[in-house]
């Protein structure tokens, strides 16, 4: 393959559009809703050449709006994830063998269809299909996605354009770049319509062919990006979406010798079952697999008695209920000292009960739905446990509605045990735990968040003593994969702040920087001896 002889001028984040009331952008959205709202929608697998409308025919629902009929999905089984997989390998060595520069072509042709065409339904898609505000909404599917696209393909110039220097005059050294020899497996979330269109894009820009398993709570959005690829040019084969069971799913993918990488996000628990197939089996595969994956996250806010109340309580605020706490960067435990406690709570309470909380279709909801049945059961079971705990106050919140969609309001705890499953756990919804500790005793709150939590995602400390923000960040440098400084622990921007984590949370290979592009590729190095020697002895021989 072809490698850059040239550097391509890094990109500018995509502008995010704030769809002010009553604005162009406001109307042009609620015009895109309406239109979605107003018809039926069928989402087929898309193997190879074909569109695959087959297996068990499932209704998608608003999770806001349950009653509401979007459209119907397919979903296949075990036979399905073989045909994908062939036509994965059927599609690599044309794929392989494109030079680079048409393959980046065909993303940044992707980047600019959603940067305008698509940009109203790309939203609307995601703010229907995963209960996401418009404001959320835009910064995920719209200009994290974008970013995505854009930023990959200036950091695989980089790559490329990487090369070893010569040893002498008569010594051409050069490095060569190839895909991974088989298929990419790609498992995304629900949760980000970026994260889904990267974590299977990312290794396909760099020449790998790719099977998709999306989630079946974002297969309305899935539908979008793959429409979206296609319209871009992308070659059949390349990335094939396929739904069906996940043991099934991957029994056939993690027994497949042409098995050559795996990009994950979503549970640990899921990701370390993956991680112990894939060990058991690895004398069956062609080369060592790469595996690549975020999991769980516990994310903490930490405040020193320094530190602005107003500015912690809007932290949080923000950082633990934005898309109902759904992120894996939320803050869903915080450690705040005792002198600011009162103020903090105050602003806290207010700030939280004067969300709303709605359907999407009202673009001055703050709240919305959670995505499933299944969520909704396991938060409000959190909810329902702390309410009877004695180690538990609930200052706000702490009721749930399933009557019309699965809406939990914002809750907000305060325990005397830093301890407990609340402290420790992953909820992933919108259920914030605060400790109050006392100011002198903040060195060793901050090993208690070091040491309480599995997860090592994010994690953010607020202070405007100096001192205190940097014995934080020496004694929380393993804690969080994303660090920050008087700021909430969520909203990584691509090109800004590469983001993932260690420990329990992933394998912290930092999706939109150079390093995750990395792991797609394999390194060939290319030594030409241009006069080569003649004779077997070294001058030490005389």
Not at 75 to 103: C, F, P, Y
Not at 335 to 358: D, F, R
Request: charged letters at 20%.
């Amino acid at each position: 393959m072809a490698n850059a002889i040239f550097s391509v001028p890094r990109p500018k984040n995509e502008p995010v559009y704030d769809y002010v009331p009553k604005s162009k952008d406001h109307k042009e959205i609620l015009s895109a809703l309406d239109e979605a709202l107003g018809k039926k929608i069928e989402v087929p697998m898309y193997i190879g050449n074909k569109e695959i409308f087959e297996g068990e025919k499932i209704s998608m629902h608003p999770p806001h709006d349950t009653k509401h009929i979007l459209g119907h999905y397919y979903k296949g089984d075990a036979s399905h994830v073989q045909l994908a997989i062939d036509a994965a390998l059927e599609a690599k060595t044309e794929w392989s063998e494109m030079d680079w520069n048409h393959r980046a072509a065909i993303f940044l042709r992707a980047a600019d269809l959603i940067a305008g065409k698509y940009r109203y339904q790309m939203n609307v898609a995601t703010m229907v299909c995963q209960s996401k505000n418009v404001f959320q909404s835009e910064i995920d599917s719209v200009c994290e996605f974008i970013d995505f696209l854009r930023f990959n393909v200036y950091y695989l110039s980089e790559i490329y354009n990487r090369q070893p220097a010569a040893n002498s005059d008569t010594i051409w050294n050069r490095l060569k770049y190839r895909p991974l020899e088989g298929f990419v497996f790609a498992v995304t979330p629900f949760n980000f319509t970026a994260i889904a269109g990267n974590l299977c894009f990312a290794p396909a820009l760099c020449g790998n062919t790719v099977v998709w398993k999306p989630s079946e709570d974002q297969i309305y959005s899935a539908f979008w990006l793959q429409k979206i690829f296609k319209e871009a040019g992308l070659p059949d084969g390349v990335i094939n979406m396929v739904v069906a069971d996940g043991p099934a799913t991957g029994d056939v993918v993690f027994n497949h010798p042409e098995f050559a990488g795996l990009h994950f996000t979503g549970s640990t628990k899921v990701f370390q079952q993956m991680w112990t197939i894939i060990g058991q089996n690895i004398s069956k595969y062609k080369s060592y697999p790469r595996i690549v994956g975020e999991t769980g996250g516990k994310d903490f806010l930490m405040a020193h008695g320094s530190s602005n109340p107003v500015q912690v309580a809007t932290a949080l605020s923000r950082g633990a209920f934005e898309f109902q706490g759904q992120k894996c960067s939320a803050a869903s435990r915080a450690y705040i000292a005792k002198s600011i406690w009162n103020e903090t709570k105050k602003h806290l309470v207010e700030q939280v009960e004067s969300m709303k909380m709605g359907s999407v279709n009202d673009t001055s909801n703050f709240i919305n739905a959670v995505i499933s049945k299944a969520s909704f059961d396991r938060i409000s079971g959190y909810i329902d446990e702390g309410l009877a705990s004695n180690e538990i106050e609930c200052i706000t919140g702490g009721t749930y509605d399933d009557s019309e969609g699965y809406f939990v309001k914002p809750t907000v705890f305060v325990t005397s045990n830093p301890s407990n499953k609340w402290m420790a756990e992953e909820i992933f919804g919108p259920v914030l735990t605060i400790y109050v500790y006392e100011d002198e005793d903040f060195e060793k709150t901050l090993e208690l968040v070091d040491q309480t939590s599995p997860y090592a995602l994010t994690g953010a400390v607020f202070s405007t003593d100096r001192y205190a923000i940097t014995l934080a960040e020496k004694k929380l440098e393993n804690s969080a994969g994303n660090f920050y400084i008087n700021d909430k622990p969520t909203g990584a921007v691509v090109g800004q702040q590469p983001f993932g984590g260690g420990r329990a949370s992933g394998t912290n290979d930092k999706a939109g920087e150079i390093f995750n592009l990395y792991r797609w590729i394999n390194v060939q190095t290319v030594k030409e001896n241009l006069l080569p020697p003649e004779d077997y002895k070294y001058p030490f021989l005389g």
